[in-house]
């Protein structure tokens, strides 16, 4: 460019000395030496070559296999180029991805699914039965990190090229909203290095190295739900976190989530635009049914009454979360409490605690006797070490009941202490998660077989199985209803809060970003970057 500058200047001084003949012979001689489309301004120049890109980066890097992989920042990309049969909406209704539709059998044991067959790999060959099949077959082979997903599957069988019938152990609410782990093509190398070359069906493909530690991926022309907007995706290997983190900051990435990212302790800048959602990770406060003091429904729901949840999320978590009444996420169609207090109410606790005989003594405490031996409300509150907010969330409920006489300790332990502990009833309560998936599944602490808190209700494991059997969404709502009326009258477990998941991106994304739970990064193909 300096050339041509330094030679025009030149030229023009000599077609202003020597006349306009001069003149159209030197705009000839430019003509030979520099095209016209070289000879344009820089804004014309950037106007024209301005890319339509994004761009992602993965650390922890091991392999771009999207099962086998154990980067969630490089599961995360991959959401752009291998997709699930279903994922689920913003009000958690499965929606289908690969799948075309399905049907539900009156046990709700068994599920048909329909595949969609207008899809094509990124090398051109079709998606079948096939794929899913494999796919199915390698995640219960136990070489992946989705075994836990399919744990009810019972049998699977290619009805034809484009349907699938999975068999259950036991029927579980809206088990398809669960199959949102991505499909590989039939007979992917499972043994995946950092040399696997990703192949899937979504809106990007692979195209190149571009680079050392830099991978081109390039709109699928063929993609059949539409080519995708962005033309091009450069996906950055990079070699830490902090690394990750800088160049987000930088807008050299353009996405990162709460996954990727410690929310905890980064306060993301104003160049980045954020997108919360309602994670499926509810956090909650359990009680030993073993333990004396707490045997009785009316005590563990007036404790529960104690608890202020509004300050625990706006101080122990910093808004990181969303309350709630009931274990059901918040976002979801079946939630169904249009309460916002909650705070503490001691009047209603004192009503309850009294029922199971407790009443305050001279000092304030609440106190009961028991075969002619008086019992002070005390407890330990059991939680990881190694998990700040829940370790934040067990401190302020500690707070909380100590602010009304109910001396509480908290005991911060080992992972590996929490579990044992938890696992002999050697606790008064603990905090803990859940995960409850997209299907909004309780049945780890609320089914009467190996619960946490030694409940046992038979009425629940009922309602649980119905709700596997139907797909009606007024029905339910209304066993939703049922079930959680059980869970809260016999309160095994106090639910607090369910946790946000975040969605980082720069400014040059301005539409399209709609994350949730199972798919961060779904809808990609309609994704618009700044021009």
């Not at 290997?237 to 353009?254: C, F």
């Not at 038979?458 to 139907?470: N, R």
Request: with cysteine; glycine share 4%; charged share 25%.
């Amino acid at each position: 460019m300096k050339r041509f500058i330094l030679i025009t200047l030149v030229l023009s001084m000599l077609a202003a000395v020597t006349g306009c003949a001069v003149e159209d012979k030197i705009k000839e001689q430019l003509d030979k030496i520099f095209p016209e489309e070289e000879r344009q301004t820089s804004e014309e120049k950037e106007l024209i070559e301005k890319p339509n890109i994004i761009n992602m980066g993965v650390y922890d890097f091991d392999t771009f296999n999207p099962l086998t992989t154990k980067s969630r920042s490089v599961a995360e990309a991959m959401q752009l180029v291998y997709e699930p049969l279903f994922t689920v909406d913003g009000e958690m209704r499965a929606q289908a991805v690969l799948a075309s539709d399905f049907n539900v059998s009156a046990d709700g044991k068994t599920i048909n699914i329909n595949l969609k067959q207008n899809v094509t790999w990124h090398d051109g060959t079709q998606f079948t039965a096939k794929d899913v099949a494999y796919t199915i077959k390698v995640i219960l082979a136990g070489e992946t990190e989705y075994t836990q997903s399919l744990s009810n599957l019972a049998d699977y069988t290619m009805t034809d090229d484009y349907s699938i019938q999975l068999v259950l152990k036991n029927s579980v609410p809206r088990f398809e909203a669960t199959l949102t782990f991505p499909i590989v093509q039939y007979q992917t190398d499972m043994k995946a290095d950092e040399s696997y070359i990703p192949n899937g069906t979504g809106p990007f493909y692979y195209a190149s190295k571009a680079r050392v530690d830099e991978l081109r991926f390039e709109a699928y022309e063929n993609y059949y739900g539409g080519r995708a907007n962005i033309d091009t995706l450069y996906i950055h290997k990079l070699p830490s976190s902090a690394e990750y983190l800088t160049m987000l900051e930088a807008s050299e990435i353009d996405f990162a989530s709460s996954e990727t990212v410690d929310l905890s302790t980064y306060m993301p800048k104003a160049n980045l635009e954020i997108y919360n959602f309602p994670s499926n990770k509810m956090v909650f406060l359990g009680y030993n049914l073993e333990n004396e003091m707490l045997v009785g429904a009316n005590t563990r729901n007036g404790i529960s009454e104690l608890i202020d949840k509004e300050d625990i999320v706006e101080t122990a978590i910093f808004s990181r979360g969303t309350a709630v009444n009931i274990p059901v996420n918040p976002s979801s169609y079946l939630y169904y409490i249009e309460e916002t207090d909650f705070s503490s109410d001691k009047l209603t606790a004192d009503d309850f605690l009294g029922n199971d005989g407790w009443g305050p003594n001279a000092d304030g405490q609440y106190v009961r006797e028991v075969d002619g031996v008086e019992q002070v409300m005390s407890f330990e509150i059991l939680v990881n070490a190694d998990d700040a907010d829940l370790t934040s969330t067990a401190q302020t409920i500690s707070e909380h009941l100590n602010n009304f006489n109910i001396q509480t300790v908290v005991s911060e332990v080992s992972s590996d202490e929490f579990e044992s502990r938890i696992a002999a009833k050697d606790y008064d309560m603990f905090v803990d998660r859940i995960d409850t998936g997209n299907n909004g599944d309780l049945s780890a602490i609320v089914s009467s077989e190996g619960n946490p808190m030694g409940y046992n209700n038979p009425a629940v494991d009922a309602i649980c199985a119905q709700l596997g059997m139907t797909r009606d969404e007024e029905e339910e709502k209304a066993l939703t209803k049922q079930y959680c009326s059980l869970i809260l009258n016999d309160m095994p477990f106090l639910p607090l809060y369910f946790e946000k998941g975040t969605v980082l991106s720069t400014t040059n994304v301005i539409s399209g970003v709609d994350p949730t739970e199972s798919f961060l990064y779904k809808n990609s193909s309609q994704w618009s970057v700044r021009e």
